[in-house]
């Protein structure tokens, strides 16, 4: 029994650690969520509500948690993309030194293995609800990574480096997992959503035409200009105000974009 209860504690504790390190934070991964849930439509939300018993903000945070657990340990690698000649691929054939530990796969990488899912979703009726719920909670989390910077790796410049804040030496990758948390303290998802989220039908329709590729490969001047403003050694506090509010504007930007798109997947798959 003290051995089932001691791996329990530590299950717990990998689980909770890895709110906060992998992603956009959980609360930003909550706040994606929360923007597709308020563009559902309302048969999308009724089976969304049927398949998970909860919204998709519910469950945003869930893959995070679930890379742990054996039977899910091998979509680790589906978090981020990598970027090599133009071409997408597994971030690690990158150069990151991320460590996965897993057999590396052609298509271990967050766009194909979104993609296949959102293939496989087109026969919903014909799959086990359990299945159904899987997909919908791993679509939920690989929009939000696609949509991160620190998710990104570009093959000519890495993402493995370290910035400073305020002194603190902090990882390039974690600075961006935790941008909601940053430039949006105390502001709840509701309260982000009445203050970002005023795109117009055309806007929404705009944003979210194209395929899930072409959606990534139009941010992918956004992580540039990131990358740009926080180089090798550079102290966020040490940016302009108008470059801090720069990296600001990105990140909410993104976060709104990825509710956006996240809601268009569901409504087109439940239509």
Known sequence: MRGAVKILVVALVALLSAQSVYGWDAKGHTTIGHIADRNLTPKARKMVSRYLGHSL???ASWMDQVRYVDAYHHTARWHSVGVKDNTLMPSDLTGSKAFYGTPLQNDDYGIVRLEQIMEQMKGYRNLSDSTVAVNLKCMIHLVGDMHCPGHTFFADQSMQYYIKDGGKRVHYHNFFD???A???KGVSPV??????????KAEVELLCGGSVEEWIRSNFPQYRECYKLLPKG???RELSD?????VGEITDRLHVEAGYRLAHIVNEIFR
Do not use: H, I, V
């Not at 108008?242 to 720069?246: L, S, Y």
């Open 178 to 180: 935790a941008a909601y």
């Open 234 to 236: 550079r102290d966020f």
């Open 191 to 200: 309260r982000f959503f009445d203050t970002n989220c005023r795109l117009s």
């Open 182 to 184: 940053r430039f949006n």
């Open 57 to 59: 903000a519910y469950y």
């Open 242 to 246: 108008a470059e801090q509010k720069r």
